[in-house]
């Protein structure tokens, strides 16, 4: 069974009464809403997801949509919202999962279809079964034909509320699954508690998968690679219409409905014939039919000796197989002369679905949607399509000496340039933002920003206060917040950097703590920061290096990464040729602004000479 016959419903209307009345599948669980897991197991298995939800509704908007509510009155239980889902369904299944089952098993789909299909049944159900226990099911993990809700409507406005009570009358299959935890369902705010405290991984227990991890001396790819195995995606998903999906990471496969093109067609303009009519050693004469333009099929059926003039795209008439093009023949009235041997049977001909399948994915969850995917989409006749949520970001300064555009700069103060630059950057990648301006050098303060953001955004990014210094509180903030660790960097310019998770008030946040000086910001943004932001967006966008000769020596010492600004250009012989832009000061900003590429200079390579190849980041599209 397609998965694109399938549609999948979070159950997540219930009181949650024995969570405290609370919303449970909005808890959070591992850094991320109980329900959020359950949908992003659930997403790649169906081709599309909604939710039945009775109350929160804008927060369950942002983890998935549609949203419906109960259609039966006084909370009736998972029935209540399993018909909910039925009655919008608009697939010929439905797949119904609970929202406080996390771990649900990644092929669940799949064998509940393969089950109703071999038996053909309305129905299929999970069940397990432990050693030396009786067989447990579990009929709120369904898969169902969505044309039996008026069996359930009845069944309800008879009063009836058993899950598993109202399919008797139906063909229903049970199918076993071995691992019994897959369905185990989270109840408690104490198991959701232990459960979230035993099973997520540390900073320290990721760190320590490295055979000489220093914070001390970090490598810059450890630390690349300690923050990519850390974070995790935010999967929260939205339906966007077409053009509001431009920039933005497909949560789902997008399957074409047709095929592209919808029929065999011309490559050119010519004449469409039959192959068989073709003579390897002599020329043959053809009588003409008539012409059919693309959009406006002739409807003739061409015999042996006969053809049609053809234009491009225009659809091939039944029983033609190739096309010669108009400028090989010669024409008398309505008979026109193939030559021997301009083409060969089948030629120029386009078959239906040579560019996409009908049931085929046209486009890839974790895609950015660019101007060409716009175009193709459009061509499908495809309306709007499941993006993430935009990923929000909240980001700040600190320092007591920063003073913001527009405010007069006293004695020993600078302008907070860094945010402006942060907010580019951010922007550039198609963030929500939130500038939460300057925070100046108070423990109280800086609690309350970090708190704050943490509590409206899934990632925190600060400049300044990550190095030693007698005014440095961010550090022990951030420590007391969360799991954060502070690293001092293999690389130049950038070397203090701090990153993890904090918490507040049940929020969690990735962390990225920036050093303060403006180039040193930029560097560790999109040498640690971007990737990772990607990442929590669904996306797999690594920086793109370009190899190029340098027109001079770079003085380098073996052992850190150095990234040195540079521009870009065309040798005499027309290879990529770069320079550096000349002092390598972290705190010149003027020699960013003037660059258009950055020297990426390994921790294992030692002096350049002049006319070495080295790796270049290019700045175009990318700032």
Known sequence: MEKTLITGLILAGGRGSRMGNVDKGLQPFRGKPMAQHAIERLLPQVGSVMVNANRNLDAWLELAAPVWADETPGFAGPLAG??????????????????????????????????????????????????????????????????????????????????????????????LFEDADAFRNINTLDELQGLDQTAARSLAQVASCLSSYDPEALPVRDAQRIIREFVQPVRAVEKVALRAALGRVLAADVI????????????????????????????????????????NALGVVPASGECVRIMTGGVMPEGCDSVVPQEFVTQDGDRITVPAGVIRPGDNRRFAGEDLKAGGPALTAGRVVRPPDLGMLASLGIPE????????????????????????????????????????????????????????????ALEEALRSACENADAIITSGGVSVGAADYTKQIMAKLGDVTFWKIGMRPGRPLAFGRVNSNGRSAFLFGLPGNPVAV???????????????????????????????????????????????????????????????????LRSMSEANCMVVLHDEQGNVADGDMVDVLVFEGLM
């Open 256 to 295: 074409s409905p047709i095929n592209v093109p919808a029929h065999d067609n011309s490559a050119m303009d010519g004449f469409a014939l039959r192959g068989a009519d073709l003579r390897p050693d002599a020329p043959v004469t053809l009588w003409v039919l008539g012409t059919t333009y693309a959009g």
């Open 82 to 175: 399993l018909e909910a889902g039925l009655m919008h369904c608009a697939t010929p299944w439905l797949l119904a999962v609970p929202c406080d089952s996390p771990f649900l098993p990644r092929d669940l789909a799949e064998r509940l279809a393969a089950a109703v299909e071999e038996h053909d049944a309305d129905l299929a159900y999970a069940v397990t079964q432990e050693a030396g226990m009786r067989p447990q099911p579990h009929p709120v993990f369904c898969l169902v034909k969505a044309s039996r809700l008026p069996v359930l409507s009845r069944y309800l406005l008879e009063g009836g509320r058993r899950m598993d009570g109202w399919y008797k009358d139906l063909k229903a299959v049970e199918v």
């Open 385 to 444: 399509v499941a993006v993430q949520r935009r990923l929000r970001v909240a980001f700040f300064s600190t320092g007591d000496e920063l003073r913001s555009v527009g405010e007069s700069l006293d004695e020993g103060c600078v302008y907070d340039s860094n945010r402006y630059t942060i907010y580019g950057m951010l922007q550039r990648l198609g963030c929500d933002i939130i500038d939460m301006g300057v925070v100046r050098d108070d423990p109280q």
């Open 522 to 588: 930029m560097v560790s943004f999109y040498f640690f920061a971007r990737e990772a932001l990607l990442r929590m967006m669904g996306a797999e966008a690594p920086l793109p290096l370009l190899r190029a000769r340098s027109s001079g020596a770079i003085r380098k010492k073996p052992g850190r990464t150095e990234y040195q600004r540079g521009i870009l250009a065309r040798g005499a012989d027309g290879e990529p040729e770069v320079r550096i832009t000349g002092s390598q000061g972290s705190g010149i």
